[in-house]
């Protein structure tokens, strides 16, 4: 058998009453409940350590799994290599323990690692190796069909939508690479999805996503310790924050602002999506709530004066290096005429924002780090980019454990 056949023998597989018809893609389907097989593939090495690999009879054992919009998907095995998007069900892997089977992502490098720098080396043991990664984009920075039959994944960890949202196929194309290499999984949750992606459907928070991918994968174990890991920090959260009347007003700022030329676009940390989910958790007070903006929130010095917020936040702040940060975002500020009496910039509460897109593991370090800027009493300071903190809102060494399977 050659390594073609070996890789069509893994691969998972539509059956035909789950098949993704051109309908199917852009439609809602109903039934959503779980159905991924418990996390019983899983074997204890010699040392005692529950590891993911999966024994070859279960590998063998097909199952299924039920998501909007794809409806229930058959898997013949459990997927070995597999493609997200981007980092947001990236992580989700990562966490559970299967970084070496992503074969390929957009952008290893500008998606993966300064992550790797900042985030991930704090947790014992744990790195992203981007080097082997493909890139989904080409130097012309399209997304082409190409690629993926050169991957040759057996999972697309993505939303069988977003490619003709974002790679400008069409159903066919999606189709055709479902046929021919391996079938699309997931549901695009990292904000509201707009009538582009065709009839609505069912959305999933976060942590109802990442169970999908952990029945998919055959390790419900990891989840289901990440997510008391997750329930105990918001429990923490939740019990430090004074009543809501109480909390700082923060202005959430896009990266895309310009304060050289006093331009900021506002956004609503507030608004559905795993993209703003440490600050619906943390509750913060939105300054521009009711405030008119133009289009995409775009704004200037005079109302941001008039908003005069507490805390001032730049969306995608954490991908900066500290100096390029300051440059961009802080000296602009502190320089201009207007933007020197603003509260934020008097009392020094200017602050890298997360990045939009994030999993279980990335999810933990951006709650710490808002936490950590808006409350430091309660939860510590914030070191500033690129700094670990002294105190922590989360183990570490437990984050690496479950990855590791150690429960």
């Not at 069509?8 to 893609?25: F, K, P």
């Not at 429990?235 to 923060?250: F, G, H, K």
């Amino acid at each position: 058998m050659d390594s073609n056949d070996e890789s069509r023998r893994r691969r998972t597989v539509l059956q035909a009453g789950a098949a993704m018809t051109v309908g199917a893609l852009a439609g809602c389907l109903s039934g959503d409940a779980p159905s991924g097989a418990e996390d019983a593939a899983s074997r204890t090495s010699e040392d005692g350590d529950t590891e993911g690999a999966t024994d070859e009879s279960a590998s063998e054992r097909s199952y299924q799994v039920t998501m909007a919009p794809m409806g229930t998907v058959e898997f013949d095995s459990v997927p070995e290599t597999w493609v997200p998007y981007k980092s947001g069900y990236g992580d989700m892997g990562f966490a559970l323990g299967i970084a070496d089977g992503m074969v390929g992502i957009d952008d290893p490098e500008g998606s993966l690692q300064l992550l790797q720098e900042r985030l991930y080396s704090q947790i014992p043991g744990f790195s992203v190796d981007t080097e082997g990664l493909t890139d989904i984009r080409s130097a012309d920075d399209a997304i082409d069909k190409e690629v993926f039959y050169e991957i040759d994944a057996d999972l697309h960890l993505m939303d069988p939508n977003l490619p003709r949202v974002y790679f400008e196929w069409d159903d066919g194309d999606v189709q055709e690479i479902s046929d021919n290499v391996a079938p699309f999984f997931g549901n695009f949750i990292r904000r509201a999805r707009d009538e582009s992606w065709g009839e609505p459907y069912e959305s999933y928070r976060l942590y109802e996503a990442f169970e999908k991918v952990a029945q998919v994968f055959q390790r419900e174990e990891r989840y289901e310790a990440f997510a008391s890991l997750h329930d105990e920090v918001q429990a923490s959260v939740a019990e430090a924050l004074p009543p809501a009347e109480e909390r700082p007003t923060i202005a959430l700022l896009n990266g895309g602002s310009d304060p050289a030329n006093g331009v900021f676009y506002a956004m609503d940390p507030t608004a559905e999506g795993y993209e703003m989910k440490q600050y619906r958790d943390l509750g913060i007070r939105n300054a521009f709530e009711g405030v008119e903006t133009g289009q995409y929130g775009e704004t200037d010095y005079e109302t941001m004066l008039e908003v005069d917020p507490e805390i001032i936040v730049f969306h995608w702040g954490i991908t900066y290096e500290a100096e390029a940060f300051r440059s961009r975002f802080v000296d602009p500020l502190e320089n201009d005429t207007v933007g020197k009496e603003l509260t934020a910039v008097k009392e020094g509460n200017l602050y890298p924002g997360g990045t939009a897109e994030q999993g279980p593991i990335i999810n933990l370090f951006q709650t710490e780090m808002l936490a950590q800027q808006q409350y430091p009493d309660d939860f510590g300071e914030f070191p500033g980019l690129g700094e670990v903190p002294e105190e922590t809102l989360f183990d570490r060494q437990r984050v690496a454990d479950i990855v590791a399977g150690k429960f």
